[in-house]
């Protein structure tokens, strides 16, 4: 339910920070890198610059980039999951990341050591919490679309 895992990559597809929310257990750096092959992928055919959306059975993977420092922010979240939600999420990440490591990004060398971004994980979590896709959130969502199924289905009787 909800978002099941968030990556933050640099613009070369390299891992810079990964959280596990629920169900989904995997090597971050290896998904970091599947998400960095599909972007080239999608470039050496003429496809676009970057990959925004992928969407399977069960899970979507949205990402956006910020525009200035070419960072990427994928949520990997159930597949009824809102979009516009998630994009909203994306949006307000970007801004958090930002303002919290604007003055290290700016330095010369901003990525020396990447354990200097796990601290982020407390306003990761502020955020979600605000968001409609925190676990209490997709749990009413879902059982309120349940409950109206339901009632049509009575209804149709």
Not at 16 to 30: G, L, M, N, Q
Not at 58 to 64: A, D, M, N, P, T
Request: aromatic content about 10%; proline content about 1%.
């Amino acid at each position: 339910m909800g978002i099941q895992n968030i990556y933050v990559l640099r613009s070369d597809g390299t891992l810079i920070f990964s959280k596990d929310y629920h169900s989904i257990k995997e090597d971050a750096v290896v998904v970091s890198g599947f998400l960095s092959a599909i972007d080239t992928f999608a470039k050496s055919i003429g496809a676009g610059k970057q990959v925004q959306k992928i969407i399977t059975d069960e899970f979507q993977f949205v990402g956006k980039s910020s525009k200035k420092y070419g960072i990427k922010y994928v949520v990997i979240c159930d597949k009824d999951d809102s979009t516009e939600q998630v994009e909203s999420l994306l949006t307000s990440m970007n801004k958090s990341f930002l303002i919290k490591y604007n003055k290290l990004l700016n330095s010369k060398n901003p990525y020396v050591d990447m354990d200097q971004f796990k601290d982020w994980s407390k306003n990761l979590d502020k955020l979600i919490e605000k968001s409609d896709l925190s676990s209490f959130s997709t749990v009413v969502s879902k059982t309120m679309k349940d409950l109206k199924n339901i009632f049509k289905k009575i209804e149709d009787l």
